[in-house]
T-cell receptor, first 112, second 117 residues
Framework: SQKIEQNSEALNIQEGKTATLTCNYT??????LQWYRQDPGRGPVFLLL?????KEKRKERLKVTFDTTLKQSLFHITASQPADSATYLC???????????FGSGTQLTVLP | EAGVAQSPRYKIIEKRQSVAFWCNPI?????LYWYQQILGQGPKLLIQ????????DSQLPKDRFSAERLKGVDSTLKIQPAKLEDSAVYLC???????????????FGPGTRLTVL
């Protein structure tokens, strides 16, 4: 069956450290993968997109990798801050009309 | 630019009642999406419109849910009759183009939190 799995547990890290979030998928062949941030009571906000032919993408303190052989994406936040605390969602394009299928998200807490 | 607008923000109804949600996407965005997000889960696509046509409604429970996009702009999502398991946040999103090879980011509204008692 098709699945998208993110870190099953909430992730707590110390301020200043690098947070690494995982997104694994099975039985999909996405052309691209997106990462979103969601704060409580709000809709998701787009962060980064990485295409199937790209290994790595960076934006400020964010870095995403995409390994289509391992069927995995890693999302890194360097020099993390308490303001980075949120739920992070990965999403794959999974349909002929570029529909997105979301993982269940990883709740990240950055401790001061 | 103004973001995606949704109303109401909160709704409490009893089971078997009906409810409607409204969405106004970002001006000029051709594609509009409705998602259902149950607590602790990621958003699940219910229906996707390209202009005023339906691109995908494969996960929409059509016996109780319906949606329309008026003149390719605003959209409404209706549930009739509601069940307890419909309690969730209903998110509307829009994107610039649509189901082409363009890789569109989606812009989400704040959502409507529905509680069915």
């Amino acid at each position: 069956s098709q699945k998208i799995e993110q870190n099953s547990e909430a992730l707590n890290i110390q301020e200043g450290k690098t947070a690494t979030l995982t997104c694994n998928y099975t039985n999909y062949s996405p052309a691209y993968l997106q990462w979103y941030r969601q704060d409580p009571g709000r809709g998701p906000v787009f962060l980064l997109l990485i295409r199937e032919n790209e290994k790595e993408k960076r934006k400020e303190r964010l870095k995403v990798t995409f390994d289509t052989t391992l069927k995995q994406s890693l999302f890194h936040i360097t020099a993390s801050q308490p303001a980075d605390s949120a739920t992070y969602l990965c999403a794959l394009d999974t349909g002929s009309a570029r529909q997105l299928t979301f993982g269940s998200g990883t709740q990240l807490t950055v401790l001061p | 630019e103004a973001g995606v607008a949704q109303s109401p923000r909160y709704k409490i109804i009893e089971k078997r009642q009906s409810v409607a949600f409204w969405c106004n996407p970002i001006s000029g965005h051709a594609t509009l999406y409705w998602y259902q997000q149950i607590l602790g889960q990621g958003p699940k696509l219910l229906i996707q419109f390209q202009n005023n046509g339906v691109v995908d409604d494969s996960q929409l429970p059509k016996d109780r849910f319906s949606a329309e996009r008026l003149k390719g702009v605003d959209s409404t999502l209706k549930i009739q009759p509601a069940k307890l398991e419909d309690s969730a946040v209903y998110l509307c999103a829009s994107s610039r183009t649509g189901w082409t090879r363009d890789y569109n980011e989606q812009f989400f509204g704040p959502g409507t939190r529905l509680t069915v008692l």
